[in-house]
């Protein structure tokens, strides 16, 4: 990895002479063989040959230069840039967010796609991460720090510290077993480890009487994890790039995708070590494998003379800080009532291939024939805010420029699910409690808590189960905006929906660079046409890639199969499940059921 910092013109737009650095990087991407936990050797994602990839630290108004290319053998690949807004007002481009098949083409095996942006107003903790498949699961990740001379906060020395999860097994086998009818219940794979800074051993050296700031980021796949450390305290200051009125807790919450930054004060004078604890959420677990260590110990160094620290535990996760009643440092008030109000509906369930998918409004995400961002550049004129052309099954909805937008998720779901949103943060103006029984969704006429004044703002937000949230934003970056689950299983189970904002005024100043297009064509992907690559009949979605179709009515395999399993093996014992078609080669689902059916049957278990 190399940086140029080259210095540009003086910036003649604002009028006021600002140096501007690129940070300029040349990334080929390759499996690396590494063994994160020491228990298991296996090939992650690196760049040039490393793993892990390396921190980007810019500072605000920089401008980043990325030119990636495509080492995998047999993958394609892509990167976004979580948490960055890329407006094309401030001279941006939509094309530079990263998810495939939503803002650009999948870059093929020796292709090269440049991604080329400026960081006009932003600063924080951000990271960047694969946005192809659940890629990033297998290290493809790393964060992005955006300084601030201005920062209202002082410290001494600043830490970046990622947290993740760790799959022995592939990403694309654990998500083929995943994505299995062997797995109705879509029971989320059980990561083997979680990481500190994608390692088991880190070391994080203090000194007496100093302040640190502690960036954290959970870059894991699936499961948040509670942080907290003996003896010290944290004072949030920011969260997702969004600077917080300081707020003290002992222990954090964060989910995969979600950044907080604290500060720490170090102990006046010490000569012994200290505990800084990562907690699995538990809960998110189906199951807790034998052996699978849910705390994880790293050593906060005073004295390296001294012992190894023991593992510190606290009574219990409750108090956790609960990020809705943070408050933005710039104080911006709640968005007066909406323009537009949307409703998530999220719930998992089997569709006819006996696979568990996860649903928006019963619509489970399946990528378009062409990236969205095409279809938007490309459409007639009187098309382009007609969210059908963008595909029946993407969940898109067209919003208008400056409107304020009121997004609604309901969880009818019992797993917490942390969701994203690209090009913005939003207003977090409800958070529901989690629900053990049955789903809570939310009432516009009694919401379960007053409005806040001033609403936190973040672009990570937890869902908890079987409960609900509500966002407010301004829909003022014209660009194609995914929103989906950061956990990239559910991401996987099709957890997505699509805001095409702005078409009009997105295509008046978003221009397709010739980067695009040729990315476009190696992946044999037209530029023109609807979801489903028609360009001569804009209305027809005849071709438009689709989700197997629903199980028969009444039918649900869950219960069904949970069934059969038992029956059979009460009745045959495991010998018979074999014999019946848990055969992947040999049956097709048609078949496999009804033979199941005719067995339940036959034992009486089913009219
Ligand atoms: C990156 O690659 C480009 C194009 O191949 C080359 O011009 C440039 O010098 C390289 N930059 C670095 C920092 O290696
Ligand atoms: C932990 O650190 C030791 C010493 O630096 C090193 O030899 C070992 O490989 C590390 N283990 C892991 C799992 O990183
Ligand atoms: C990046 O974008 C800037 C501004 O449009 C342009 O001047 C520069 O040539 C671009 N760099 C690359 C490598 O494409
Ligand atoms: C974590 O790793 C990054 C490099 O990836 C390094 O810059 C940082 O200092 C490490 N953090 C700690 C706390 O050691
Ligand atoms: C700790 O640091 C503060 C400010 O730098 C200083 O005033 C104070 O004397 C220090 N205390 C000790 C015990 O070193
Ligand atoms: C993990 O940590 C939590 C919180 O400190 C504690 O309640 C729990 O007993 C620990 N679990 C294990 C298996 O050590
Ligand atoms: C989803 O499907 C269920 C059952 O068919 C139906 O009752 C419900 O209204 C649908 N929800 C939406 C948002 O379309
Ligand atoms: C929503 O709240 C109103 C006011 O309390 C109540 O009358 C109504 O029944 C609630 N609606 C639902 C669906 O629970
Ligand atoms: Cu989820």
Redesign the pocket.
């Known amino acids: 990895?190399?940086?140029?910092d080259v210095f540009l013109r003086l910036s003649f737009v604002t009028l006021i002479a600002l140096a501007q650095t690129t940070h300029?990087?040349?990334f080929t991407t390759g499996w690396v063989k590494a063994n994160p936990d020491g228990m298991h050797e296996k090939n992650m994602i690196g760049f040039n040959g490393a793993w892990p990839l390396p921190d980007i630290h810019i500072n605000k108004g920089d401008r980043v230069v990325i030119?990636l290319t495509n080492g995998l053998q047999n993958l394609k690949t892509s990167l976004h840039f979580h948490g960055l807004f890329h407006k094309v007002s401030e001279g941006n481009q939509n094309e530079m967010d990263g998810p495939e098949m939503v803002t650009q083409c999948p870059i093929s095996p020796g292709d090269?796609y440049i991604y080329n942006f400026t960081v006009p107003d932003q600063v924080g903790t951000f990271w960047y991460h694969s946005h192809s498949g659940a890629q990033y699961t297998d290290g493809m990740r790393a964060a992005l720090i955006i300084h601030d001379d201005g920062a209202p906060f002082e410290y001494d020395r600043d830490l970046t510290i990622q947290i993740s999860d760790l799959y022995h097994k592939p990403y694309f086998q654990v998500m083929e077993e995943f994505l299995s009818r062997y797995n109705p219940t879509g029971a989320e794979p059980v990561p083997q480890n979680v990481l500190l800074n994608n390692t088991v051993n880190a070391t994080i050296n203090f000194e007496p009487n100093k302040t640190y700031l502690l960036r954290f980021l959970n870059v894991g796949n699936f499961i948040s994890q509670y942080i907290y450390m003996e003896d010290h305290e944290f004072t949030v200051v920011e969260v997702d790039g969004v600077y917080v009125k300081p707020k003290t807790t002992n222990l954090l919450y964060i989910a995969t995708g979600q950044r907080v930054a604290v500060l720490v004060h170090s102990q006046k004078t010490s000569s012994r070590n200290y505990a800084l604890m990562q907690g699995m959420d538990a809960t998110m677990l189906d199951v807790i494998t034998p052996g699978l260590q849910l705390n994880r110990t790293t050593k906060i160094e005073y004295d390296s003379g001294s012992n190894d620290v023991s593992e510190y535990f606290i009574d219990s996760y409750k108090d956790a800080m609960n990020d809705f009643y943070l408050e933005p440092l710039d104080k911006m008030e709640i968005l007066d009532d909406y323009d537009y109000q949307i409703t998530l509906d999220v719930k998992m369930d089997n569709l006819g291939n006996g696979v568990n998918y996860a649903f928006f409004n019963n619509i489970t995400y399946v990528a378009p024939k062409i990236p969205t961002l095409s279809t938007v550049l490309s459409a007639p004129e009187d098309l382009i805010s007609n969210p059908w052309i963008y595909g029946d099954n993407i969940n898109a909805f067209v919003l208008e420029h400056g409107e304020v937008i009121e997004l609604v998720v309901n969880n009818y779901d019992d797993n917490r699910h942390p969701f994203h949103m690209h090009g913005h943060n939003f207003q977090i103006i409800q958070k529901s409690q989690g629900f053990d029984e049955d789903p809570v969704p939310y009432n516009e006429s009694a919401p379960i808590e007053a409005f806040p004044g001033i609403p936190m703002r973040r672009d990570t937000v937890v869902l908890e189960a079987n409960g609900h949230v509500v966002f407010r934003f301004v829909a003022d970056n014209p660009g194609v905006w995914m929103f989906h689950c950061h956990v990239d299983w559910h991401l996987e189970q099709g957890l997505a929906a699509v805001f095409v904002e702005a078409p009009k005024q997105l295509r008046a100043m978003e221009q397709l660079s010739d980067n695009y297009k040729q990315v476009c064509r190696n992946s044999n992907m037209a530029l023109k046409g609807n979801a489903a690559g028609d360009f001569r009949d804009w209305l027809n979605l005849e071709n438009l890639p689709r989700q197997p179709a629903p199980l028969p009515e009444g039918f649900t395999l869950k219960g069904f199969l949970a069934l059969a399993v038992s029956v059979l093996i009460g009745i045959w014992g495991l010998y018979t499940i074999v014999q019946y078609g848990f055969n992947e080669n040999k049956q097709d689902d048609e078949e496999l059921y009804s033979k199941l059916k005719k067995i339940l049957h036959e034992a009486g278990q089913l009219e």
Not at 1 to 4: P, S, Y
């Open positions: 990895m190399k940086c140029l300029e990087y040349n030119r090269t």
